[in-house]
């Protein structure tokens, strides 16, 4: 036995009798295999933090579409074009274009910062500088029956600043046409040179109803008009195949709201947003939107690294992405004070409200909770908490929810006295309500501080208008045509008052002066109208009439009064 045990002893050390070489070359295989196993593991983490460079083109943005007229029913168009556009440029793979909604958001805090819209410049001085932009482009579009006027601004940010105009017209054929034909026209400008065209497919018909449903007021989340507007996005889809990745971008968004209903989000709607936007990306790849969106779902998803390597692929695509960089922030460490520097430039960067924005109808205000710390920082900055009111103020306004835009308006004026803004939107409120009796007063008081604001003017001439002291609203309206003397308004509202002061005759001319310099002001054309028929000239006032309807079909004041007239013309003749 005590052999046995001996032997099997000597059996069991003979290992330590291996060669040197031996037991090197087993060391040496294992270290490479862990070596490799540990490379893979950093090569793959590195990749999903830090993705590969994606090289950005130079920087364009669609500031602006202006559809001056008609003004009524066209809004979808703005929104359509400049969107239209921005994907044009990025299928070109040559450009970082900024995302419509980001350029949305500045159109609006520049608009309110200078008092105008901006149609004429781009103010150079602003925060707006902080994108870096190689060009902007500016639309103001005209259309008269299939003719569209666009006149082009497409300033530069290089090193010697400037500013191109380009005028052209167009045919109102379909959508594909009219983009590749605006395409030529940047085509003028060498920055952007041989434009390739990508066809879409579209048709106005899909166009118009798709942005339509996009201007519609978001209805409250999962009640039964929720559940409709969700139907007609699915019939949507169904009616306009071409719109698939809009759509499809749309319902992720929908999905993605309805997440919120619970706290953390409802990951099997987040799982459904994802499908959608991975098929929106699928049809157009390397959108910004997309990534960032995705970066979103992820973040919510508590799921930090994809987040992260979401948005930094959205900001390689699209430099200034300001909510990819709000998303990179919030997962770039431990914690979201780790990113804090980005969070903080991302604010700047993308005007953030926490509510749905009016063009975008974007998901981010879900990120209210975890951005409070940074948001109430940033209201504590006087000049941002005011552009923040007025654009509340402007907001209800235009929605005539006339309480809480007087008091957007008033805390706005707290903030900044000196501005006459908030105190003439106050006023503008009351001239709304109709209650011209105690605005008058506060209009007045406002041109002694103010006397060469033209939007000051105007209104005061208004109210007087309004109060039947016609001859102060004429010299009120001229006055504002001496300080700006393409005012729309003031040219509008002139020749009204000159009919309600009997100067038909100073009308007359008037007006006929004015439908010859813009032919296209629908109003004009119905007061000089009016002005004909005062003078028994029934076939005039038909013309200018028709003219009037022309340029706005769907004015069935106008219609009626057309078809009033046409029969008075016909019992005269009979009656002759």
Known sequence: MSRGIYCRKLRLSDKSFLPANLIAKKMKNQFLRKLLTLLFTILFFAALLNPPLIQAG???????????????????????????????????????????????????RLSE??????????????????????????????KVLNQISVTWEISSFAEKKSRQIIQSTHSWNNPDKLTASLLIDLEKDT????????PQGYSWDGIRNFYQWRLKPVPSLNSPKWEARKGELESLL????????????????MLIKESSVVYPAHVPSLNSAEKEISAAMKQHPGNAEHHTLLSLIHYLRSEPLFAKQQANIADKLNPGNGMAMILYGLTIGKNPQSGSSFIKQGLRHYPFVAEPSHIGWQPYHLLVRDLEPWLISAASDKSLNYEQLMRAGKEHYNAKRWTEARQSFEDASLLEPNLPDP????VKVQLAQHDSLNALPKLAKLQSRFPRHPEINLYLGYAHEKLKNHHKAENLYRRVLHL?????????????????????????????????????????????????????????????????????PENNQVRLRLEQLREEMYYVSVAQ
């Open 58 to 108: 130079q920087s364009v943005g669609v500031l602006s579409v202006d559809v001056n007229y008609p003004s009524k029913g066209l809004n979808w168009l703005e929104l359509f074009l400049r969107e239209e556009l921005s994907l044009q440029l990025q299928l070109a793979d040559r450009f970082s274009v900024i995302t419509p909604d980001t350029m949305h958001r500045w159109h609006q």
């Open 191 to 198: 920055f952007f040179g041989n434009l390739t065209h990508f």
């Open 113 to 142: 910062k200078d008092a105008v819209k901006l149609s004429s410049r781009v103010p150079e001085s602003t925060a707006i500088t902080l994108l870096k932009p190689d060009r902007f482009l500016q639309l103001s579009l005209q």
């Open 423 to 426: 105190a003439l939107y106050q």
């Open 484 to 552: 700006n003397p393409k005012h729309r308004k003031a040219l509008l509202r002139l020749g009204a008052v000159l009919i309600k002061l009997g100067k038909h005759g100073e009308a007359k001319s008037f007006l006929e002066s004015l439908t010859r310099k813009y032919p296209l002001y629908t109003v004009a054309w119905w007061n000089l109208g009016i002005v004909y028929l005062h003078f028994g000239e029934m076939e005039l006032a038909e013309a200018a009439w028709e003219e009037s309807l022309r340029l706005e």
């Open 238 to 253: 169904l009616s306009y195949p071409s719109l698939a990745s809009s759509i499809n971008f749309y319902k992720a968004i």
